[in-house]
């Protein structure tokens, strides 16, 4: 018990120290300016659009639903011969 208390001590001491060490830093104005250049965002006219677009919708869940058929039936097969193997 003693040392489940002495390791909990060091725990509390070491989260101090890193705590005080370990300051925010912000960002300086130029590296901020060039990755808001970088990052593109598209228009809300846009956005909008896309979501609007219902073929595109159903396609993109479609294809999500597929592949995560395919991934669960090829686990199952998987799971099945691994079993399969180590019962004979």
């Known amino acids: ?3 489940k208390a002495s390791r909990l001590d ?3 001491a ?3 120290q890193l705590a005080g060490t370990l300051k ?3 960002p300086s104005t130029a590296s901020r300016s060039g990755i808001q250049k970088r990052i593109r965002l598209p228009e809300a006219r ?3 659009t896309r979501l609007s677009d219902w073929k595109s919708l159903i396609a993109v869940f479609g294809g999500v639903m597929s592949a995560a058929l395919v991934l669960i039936t090829v686990t199952r ?3 099945f011969f691994y079993r399969r193997a180590k019962a004979g």
């Open 1 to 3: 018990m003693a040392d």
């Open 46 to 48: 846009l956005l909008s």
């Open 77 to 79: 097969a998987l799971f």
């Open 10 to 12: 060091n725990l509390n």
């Open 14 to 16: 070491l989260e101090a």
């Open 24 to 26: 925010p830093v912000a």
